[in-house]
C-alpha cells in the first residue's frame, strides 16, 4: 500500500509521513490501495496526483461547522475516511459519513522514553507545546503562569511554541486573556514580546526555536510537567503524547482529540470548560479550559510530585500501546478489504 503523506522531522504531518510510510513498507504489498493524508477542512488529499484505484483518507479538524459543507461528497469521494480521533469520527458521522474509523497516531518508543531530568535540578519546569495559536490555548498557559510564576520564585515556564504559519498565529488576537498584537516577523521575537506584554519576566523562560522531533525528548526531560489546555485536537497531540511517553505526567484538557489518551490515572486532567465558538478563517465549536482550575492544578503538581511520578509511570505503560506499526496494520487491514 502506498503512502502519501507530507514527511519531515519538525512538523505532525511529516513525523506521521515518515513513520506510516517506514512500517508501510514492512508489510505485505497491496497493488491499487493508496493512504493520503487529508490536506484541509474540505476533506481533499495533499497530492491529487496519488489517486488510485482505491483510497484511504487519513484527517485531523478541529473545524466543526465547516467540515459539514464537505462531509456528504467526501464520502462518496473516498473508500474510507479515517479520523485521527474519535471527536473527528463523531463529527464525521454527523455530516453523513458513514465509512469512517478512527486510529490513532503513534509515538516512537525509541525516541521518547523516560529518563532523568539532568538540568534545572533545583527549579520547577513547566513545559508548554505546540505552534502558538489560538486553539493549542497559549494564551490559557501564559494567563495561568502570571500567577503561578508569582506564587514561586523557583518556577520557570519551558516552551516549545514556535509556528511557521502566520495564518494560524494570527488566531491568538482573538483571544480575551492576553494581550495580543499579531505583526509580521521572526517568530521567536514576537513570543518573547508576547510572554513579557503579558508579564512573564523572559529570564524565567526557555523558549525553543523549531527542533527536530528527536531533539525534544532532552526538552521534555528537562522539565517537571506539561500544560497541556488546548481548546481543540483533531487528533490524540503528538507532543503531548510523546511528552507522556518520556514518564512525565501532563496537566491536559481531556475534551476533544485529548479524550482518547487522558484518564485520571495517566494525567491530572481538567475538568471545568465553557463552549467556545471559533470563527477566523474557519468554524467550529471547542472547549475551554477554565483559568482558575489550571493554576490550582499546577498547586496540586508543586506541592505532590511523589504523585507526579506515579502518573508519569502509568503515562509510559498507556503511551507504549500507541505505536505507529499498530497504526500501519490498522490501515493495512482497511487496505486488503478493497486490495
Not at 35 to 59: E, Q
Not at 156 to 172: D, R
Not at 214 to 241: A, K, T, W
Not at 253 to 260: K, L, Q
Request: contains cysteine.
Amino acid at each position: 500500500m502506498k503512502v502519501s503523506m507530507p514527511r519531515g522531522t519538525a512538523h505532525g504531518w511529516g513525523v506521521a509521513g515518515e513513520q506510516l510510510s517506514r512500517e508501510m513498507a514492512l508489510l505485505p504489498s497491496l497493488a491499487g490501495v493508496t493512504l493520503h493524508g487529508i490536506r484541509t477542512v474540505a476533506l481533499d488529499p495533499f497530492d491529487p496526483a496519488a489517486w488510485d484505484r482505491h483510497n484511504i483518507g487519513y484527517c485531523f479538524f478541529e473545524d466543526t461547522i465547516t467540515v459539514l459543507e464537505y462531509t456528504r461528497q467526501a464520502a462518496k469521494n473516498w473508500d474510507v475516511i479515517v479520523a485521527g480521533s474519535s471527536w473527528c469520527e463523531q463529527h464525521l458521522r454527523i455530516g453523513g459519513v458513514r465509512n469512517t474509523t478512527t486510529i490513532l497516531q503513534g509515538v516512537d518508543a525509541s525516541t521518547f522514553y523516560p529518563g532523568p531530568k539532568r538540568n534545572l535540578a533545583d527549579r520547577f519546569v513547566v513545559f508548554s507545546g505546540g505552534k502558538f495559536e489560538l486553539r493549542k490555548g497559549q494564551d490559557l498557559v501564559i494567563a495561568a503562569m502570571r500567577v503561578f510564576m508569582e506564587r514561586h520564585a523557583d518556577v520557570l515556564l519551558s516552551c516549545a511554541w514556535y509556528n511557521q504559519w502566520p495564518f494560524s498565529l494570527a488566531t491568538m488576537e482573538l483571544s480575551t486573556l492576553i494581550n495580543y498584537q499579531h505583526r509580521e516577523g521572526d517568530c521567536l521575537e514576537i513570543l518573547a514580546e508576547t510572554l513579557e506584554a503579558n508579564g512573564i519576566p523572559l529570564d524565567r523562560v526557555l523558549l525553543y526555536p523549531l527542533l527536530d522531533n528527536h531533539q525534544m525528548r532532552q526538552v521534555y526531560h528537562n522539565s517537571d510537567i506539561g500544560l497541556f489546555p488546548n481548546r481543540g485536537e483533531g487528533g490524540n497531540n503528538l507532543v503531548m503524547c510523546e511528552y507522556m511517553a518520556c514518564g512525565r505526567t501532563v496537566i491536559a484538557s481531556d475534551m476533544t482529540g485529548h479524550g482518547d489518551v487522558i484518564t485520571a490515572e495517566n494525567a491530572l486532567a481538567l475538568t471545568s470548560y465553557r463552549p467556545y465558538h471559533y470563527r477566523h478563517h474557519a468554524e467550529g465549536v471547542w472547549f475551554e479550559a477554565s483559568v482558575d482550575e489550571i493554576v490550582e492544578q499546577l498547586e496540586y503538581a508543586y506541592q505532590h510530585r511523589p504523585v507526579l511520578r506515579l502518573k508519569g509511570l502509568k503515562a509510559v505503560e498507556d503511551m507504549a500501546r500507541l505505536t505507529w506499526h499498530s497504526a500501519a496494520q490498522q490501515f493495512h487491514e482497511l487496505g486488503r478489504r478493497y486490495a
